[in-house]
């Protein structure tokens, strides 16, 4: 017998009637056992139930996620779990977070599998011992399954993926990172990095390897029309762009932040003006705010440099490459312990969870025979005396005060202890091993230091300068002293990281002819694109009524209310819809606007000098103060002495 539980919210948003559940879920298995030729024998049982979320955005997030657990047996008999999410979004719904799946879903489909293809590509021409694996490079979940379908005006999305929150991964519930998980997640997307410019490299050289061969078909009687473009061999960014169309939709995937830009700077303007004593930092805001179109890249002047890229292919630069877009603390799930001895721990879930089928009820009981009860006849008692002596660790204290080496078998079926004498056990209860649903929420201590981190957030993986997404890194998840004494350190372990993994893939990073104050300065174009990213996401993450009352009890010269975007507020029943303005994440979006505005009246931006860690801007910061301090003092006693003479 097949157990198959599907929630209620689950058929709702998937416009399932009853029957068609069990349907769908059989032949989402097929479909992941013939990809990865596979066979089953039997499916044993499905749950599909909502999944617990620590952040769910209103603007991005208000996706549906549910979590199903799937039980089958292969073709040896042999129980095989799989744990994965199912993102589900509708249109009718939310838009906004049915255009991101939609991108989302084509980023895991095509192109991770792209990247991974290319790894392995590289990989065999190497030795056994100087292989790299796909896995160690690409910190991203497994792509299960994907789904379109299309009613009238509603269109519906569904990406399936594996569930790394089972395998010990877990979310970081606060805004910001600390500096291990800081530099966990700096080696992580340096690596994705890595693999997308040596896939770019690829792509290149058989577009040039294509351009070649059709030039060499060509004969005198072919004749080219101008503006006929039917046979023509895209090169460059163009061929980049035709075989991944989605890797150009960066104004598409961040129209939200994009269209709602001047209504998140007025209220990051207005959360500025609650603190009186920092006044001067609005007008650098109001300096900065000038130029938002033009650092957020809004101004299309690059049709004469597409034209360029169209006849030299090679003119692109070697640091852009598939650029993951906009990252937050919440793109990234961090993994604590280390993978040795974790035998047991993989094999004890597969009867731990809700048991329904009679197959299942009678599983082997080889893990669990301290913590089985008393057999009901001879022949279980039997078969229980063969693992008597099987070397494994008793899950709880045992009850029984008798040894197991001198005691004969047959005493084994009393209880020695009073208290149980007179209870009866059932069958089921003498099989089945005692359920353990506690599910851990963190790692055991909470102190620990990650030992890498899984990328789980791809809606906004565009085509761009990978020194951008580092930027971005900095002002959406980055603590304050990160940005102020470790930030340099930070981009030195994001390019060695970088040059180890294209070195490892084959890759000749000296043919980039990039030196260590090149890459600096290119990061440091785009620190004012990830501080101006990093006040849209901060604000598009702020309740607008949680702000205003902030505002009322503040400082605020004006008491001016904030009037935020128009977004669909989706279930009320999530209480996370946005991160609350606490203490530390006031202080948070304080000290960001803080380093940019030092680090903006610097002389190292205004002559454009190699930039350095945002304490140095601080410390020059408060030295001129001083210093224009100390003059008008000097100001005004010369004009005291002159008026006494």
């Known amino acids: 017998m097949v157990y198959v539980y599907v929630c209620k919210r689950f058929k709702v ?87 991101l799946l939609k991108h989302e879903k084509q980023v895991f489909s095509r192109l991770v599998s792209d990247l991974i293809n290319t790894v392995k590509q590289k990989s065999a021409g190497f030795l056994e011992g100087a292989r790299v694996s796909p896995k160690d490079l690409i910190l991203t979940p497994e792509f299960i399954y994907e789904e379109t379908s299309h009613a009238a005006d509603v269109s519906r999305h569904v990406l399936v993926l594996d569930n790394l929150e089972e395998k010990q991964f877990f979310g970081i519930p606060s ?135 169209e006849e030299k292919p090679d003119c692109d630069h070697p640091l852009d490459s598939i650029a993951v877009g906009v990252l937050e603390a919440r793109s990234f799930l961090f993994f604590y312990e280390e993978e040795e001895g974790k035998e047991n721990i993989k094999a004890i879930p597969k009867g731990t969870k809700v048991q329904r089928s009679h197959s299942d009820r009678a599983a082997t009981r080889k893990n669990y025979d301290s913590q089985k009860s008393v057999p009901g006849n001879k022949n279980e008692s039997l078969k229980n005396n063969v693992n008597k002596d099987m070397p494994a660790k008793a899950k709880c204290p045992k009850i029984e ?39 851990r929420v963190g790692p055991a201590n909470p102190l620990a230091k990650p030992l890498k981190a899984a990328l789980v957030n791809a809606k906004y993986v565009t085509y761009n300068r990978v020194t951008n997404d580092l930027a ?6 980055g ?28 890759v000749d990073t000296d043919q980039f002819h990039i030196n260590w104050q090149q890459f600096i300065q290119e990061f440091q174009t785009h620190l004012l694109y990830g501080f101006m990213v990093g006040v849209l996401v901060s604000m598009a993450n702020t309740d607008v009524a949680e702000l205003n009352e902030f505002i009322k009890a503040s400082g605020h010269p004006d008491k001016k209310e904030v009037i935020g975007p128009s977004t669909e507020a989706g279930d009320s029943d999530i209480s996370n819809r946005f991160v609350k303005l606490t203490p530390p994440r006031l202080t948070f979006l304080l000290d960001m ?21 945002f304490g140095r801007y601080q410390e020059l ?5 001083n210093v224009d301090g100390e003059e008008e003092e000097d100001d005004d006693e010369e004009s005291d002495e002159e008026e006494e003479e």
């Not at 004969?408 to 059932?426: C, D, G, H, I, L």
């Not at 603590?479 to 994001?494: H, N, P, Q, S």
């Not at 910061?621 to 103060?625: G, L, V």
């Open 13 to 99: 948003c998937m416009d399932m009637v009853s029957g068609k559940d069990s349907e769908w879920i059989l032949n989402l298995v097929k479909f992941y056992l013939k990809h990865r030729r596979k066979e089953m024998q039997k499916l044993e049982r499905a749950e599909v139930n909502p999944k617990k979320r620590l952040h769910a955005a209103s603007y991005d997030s208000s996706s549906d996620v549910f979590k199903i657990n799937i039980v089958y047996k292969d073709q040896k008999g042999v129980d095989q779990e799989l744990k994965w999410i199912i993102k589900v979004t509708r249109s009718d719904v939310n838009d906004v977070a049915n255009v």
């Open 175 to 309: 805004g910001a990172l600390n500096l291990s998980h800081f530099k966990c997640a700096v080696k992580t997307i340096a690596k994705i990095h890595a693999v997308g410019i040596c896939h770019k490299i690829l792509l290149l050289q058989s577009f040039a390897q294509q351009e070649a061969a059709a030039r060499q078909k060509k004969t005198h009687e072919d004749v080219e029309v101008e503006g006929d473009d039917k046979n023509k061999i895209l090169v460059g960014k163009e061929g980049i762009f035709s075989r991944f169309p989605f890797l150009s939709d960066r104004l598409h995937t961040m129209n939200h932040l994009i269209s709602n830009r001047h209504t998140f700077l007025n209220m990051y303007h207005q959360f500025l003006k609650c603190f009186p004593k920092e006044d001067y930092l609005i007008d650098i805001f109001e300096y900065i705010r000038m130029s938002t179109d033009d650092i957020l890249m809004l101004s299309k002047e690059e049709p004469e440099e597409e034209e360029g890229e």
């Open 401 to 439: 005060s008798f040894n197991k080496s001198d005691k004969a078998p047959v005493k084994t079926n009393r209880v020695q202890n009073k208290f149980f004498q007179n209870v009866k056990k059932s069958q089921d209860d003498a099989i089945v091993p005692p359920l353990q649903l506690k599910k």
């Open 472 to 477: 971005v890194l900095f002002f959406t998840c």
């Open 479 to 506: 603590d304050t002293l990160i940005r102020r004494f470790y930030m340099i350190k930070m981009v030195e372990v994001f390019a060695e990281t970088m040059g180890i993994t294209l070195s490892s893939l084959g």
């Open 593 to 613: 606007m803080k380093d940019v505005g030092s680090y903006v009246e610097s002389k190292d931006f205004e002559l454009g000098l190699p930039l350095t860690n």
């Open 621 to 625: 910061w408060s030295m001129s103060d």
